[in-house]
Each structure stands twice: as C-alpha cells, then as structure tokens.
C-alpha cells in the first residue's frame, strides 16, 4: 500500500502539501496539486477509502504512535492508556514512530490503513503544519506531550520549561554556582524547552551561562554516560548536574561511582521514573505526571469520539521531588 511519504517524494512536494490536496485545501498552487494528482494516480494511493468516508464503520480501536516501545516512561504511557481505554470497550493499536520524520509518518499511516476510531500521537518530527492537516480529516485527534497553537483543544503537554526552572533552582537554592546540564536531544522542543528553563534559572541568579557546561545527549542512560565523560574531559569545574531525563542522571551516577571523586557532584534527574528511588544515592529529579497526561488524552479523545464538548486539563505542571543525589554546597 502506498504512503504518503511516497507520494510527497515522487511528486516533489511536502507531505503536508499532499495532505492538503487530499483534503481539498485551496492553500496548494494548480501546479503543485496536478502533480499531487499525478503521484497519487501512479501509485494508486487511496486516501478517502481510510480518512475521509463520513460513514466510517467502528473497529473499536484506537491508534497510539509512540517514540519507542522500550523503557520505563514509555511503558507507563502505553499501560496508563490501555488499562484507561479497555474498560470502555477500546482495544489499544501501538506503532513505533522511531527517530525520524518518515518513520513516524509511516507510523500514522500504518494506523489509519488499521481503520482506528481515532489517534493519540506522541510526535517529535512531525511539523505542526503536518499535524493540523490531520486533524483536519474526518478521524478525532489528540496529541501527547506537546502544544500546538492551532489546535490548543487537542493537545495533552507539560511545562517543560518550567520543570527545567525548578531543577535547577532547587540546585541553586542549595549553594551550587557552576552547575552543568546534560540536555535531551535539541530537535525536540521539549529537550530545547528544559534548556531555557535551565538558562532562566540561571539569569535569575545572576550566574553566567557556561556553553561548555552543556551538552546534548539522547535521553538513554548510555548517553548520559557518554556525555558526562565528555564533559569530565573538558575540565570545567562544575559541583551540581541538571540531567534533562532520569535516565541520563543514573548514567552519571554510575560514572561517579566508578571514579570515587573525593567531592560528591549533586546530580537531578527528570521524570521520576520508578527507577529513580532505588538507585544509589536516590535520586532528586522533576516529577512528569505522564501517567496522568496519558489518562487526560484518553479522557479528552472519547469526549471527541463522543462529539462532546472538551472538559479536561490540557496543561500540566511539573514538581520537585528531592532525594540523597543533591546537597548543599560546600559538601560536608
């Protein structure tokens, strides 16, 4: 079955283009739109048979797009929304959006070509542009862990910049003047958002912000570890880490305890994944109502299925959670 991906590449054009034409948009050129045409009709892509019938028949499932299927955060989300959504008569439809743009558009297709009743998407590549031509078609739409202005009733996000405020705050309030961040991957505006909440606090504490302090990684435990190395070998003086997840904290914690430093590094975290409690030291990290969010979607997705009006909470907002991994400054 042919993509839209597929048809964007042979016609030359965006994918949000070719959405647009298969909705009827009058925002693509006559030119564009005749060779839209053209892709579609070469390689027999058929839109209308999944999105666009108004007498669509219920298959009782509902799609959900996800980053990865591994890991402790992810898992909480996809067994927060099923356990939500089987009671009601839903069965959940889960696909891997991966790293890339094409992979997760390959994704929602993959779940329309399902015939779900509707989509919850945890997106990062997708544009905003792409999305609004989504919810454009006839299917409800409800987006996780993200604001887009255009559709502020269909999106489920937290303050991340907020959250990367409190982090380091709370590092400052503890004595810490040169404190470092390991940050999520900056392609995502939840990673870049952490950032500036880091940055802020910072400002507000009238300390210089150090680029060599920072550094991106990738939201796994290996890359913390990678990162702190890289950092350790830049020779900055630093006496607190922010890590934007938890599990980059634990991987700096584990590089910690390999090198013994006779002066303890306070390390925070972000997430409060389960795991965050039981390491050693415990960790300190920003607490992510993902579970919570995952259950408001679901909530908010069935009052669109249901065509009733939206009765949910649609911004979130993150809280410290303090734990042995950060002390106060000079450590005693």
Do not use: W
């Not at 503890?174 to 505006?189: D, M």
């Not at 579970?291 to 009052?303: D, F, G, N, T, Y």
């Amino acid at each position: 079955m042919a993509t839209i991906r597929q048809v964007s590449e042979l016609a030359g054009v965006s994918q949000a283009t070719v959405s647009r034409v298969v909705n009827g948009s009058s925002r693509v050129s006559h030119d564009k739109k005749l060779r839209v045409e053209k892709a579609m009709q070469t390689l027999d892509y058929q839109p209308t048979s999944i999105a666009h019938s108004s007498a669509r028949i219920k298959t009782g499932s509902v799609g959900l797009v996800i980053p990865e299927l591994a890991g402790p955060y992810y898992g909480n989300i996809m067994h927060s929304i099923e356990t939500t959504l089987r009671p009601l008569g839903y069965h959940l439809v889960v696909t891997s959006g991966g790293d890339n743009i094409q992979a997760e558009q390959s994704a929602v297709d993959f779940l329309l070509s399902r015939r779900v009743d509707a989509l919850l998407l945890y997106t990062s590549y997708l544009s905003d542009d792409d999305l609004i031509d989504l919810s454009n078609q006839n299917i409800p739409l409800v987006i996780l862990s993200r604001e887009i202005p255009e559709l502020l009733d269909s999106c489920i996000d937290l303050d991340d910049e907020m959250g990367g405020l409190v982090a380091t705050r709370h590092l400052i309030k503890l004595g810490h003047r040169k404190i470092a961040c390991i940050t999520g991957p900056l392609a995502k505006s939840g990673a870049r958002a952490r950032l500036q909440g880091y940055r802020t606090a910072l400002e507000e504490a009238n300390i210089i912000y150090d680029a060599k302090l920072v550094i991106e990684a990738g939201y796994t435990e290996l890359s913390g570890i990678r990162a702190f190395e890289k950092l350790i070998n830049r020779t900055q003086e630093f006496s607190a880490i922010f890590c934007c997840n938890d599990l980059m904290a634990i991987g700096t914690l584990g590089v910690l305890k390999e090198h013994k430093t006779q002066s303890p590094i306070s390390v925070m975290g972000f997430d409060n994944i389960l795991f965050s409690q039981y390491v050693s030291p415990s960790l300190s990290t920003v607490n992510y109502p993902i579970e919570k969010m995952s259950i408001e979607a679901v909530h908010l997705l069935l009052q669109k299925l249901n065509k009733q009006k939206p009765d949910v909470q649609f911004k979130f907002s993150p809280t410290l959670v303090t734990r042995e991994s950060t002390r106060a400054y000079p450590h005693i």
